[in-house]
């Protein structure tokens, strides 16, 4: 838990993902096309993948990936992440975390 809460915590956005997951990718590409740079942290390449993403999974993540932090908070999954960029909210998120300047 603790290695998912400081990788969270050293960027704006951070985005947690499996190489193989397609949803994974897509919710990448809407950050860069929202003008966000996301550190993405890619379990199955990770050595502590496997930890990180259990304790993904006890903060709710189901499934575990891609799970979202902005400014150090967990916003969710893809299903979260497409309902704040759908509402509008998601890019006054990002700028709030100063992960996007406009």
């Known amino acids: 838990m603790d290695r998912v809460k400081d990788s969270a915590s050293k960027k704006a956005a951070v985005i947690f993902t499996k190489s193989s997951c397609c949803m994974c990718h897509s919710i990448t590409q809407l950050f860069y096309e929202l003008g966000a740079s996301p550190a993405v942290h ?8 496997r930890q ?24 969710g999954s893809s299903k979260d992440v497409i309902s704040l960029h759908v509402d509008g909210s998601l890019k006054q998120m990002l700028m709030d975390a100063k992960a996007i300047w406009f």
């Open 42 to 49: 890619e379990l199955d390449n990770d050595p502590y993948g």
């Open 52 to 75: 990180m993403e259990w304790a993904l999974r006890s903060l709710g993540c189901n499934p575990s990936v891609p799970a979202v932090f902005i400014g150090g908070k967990f916003v």
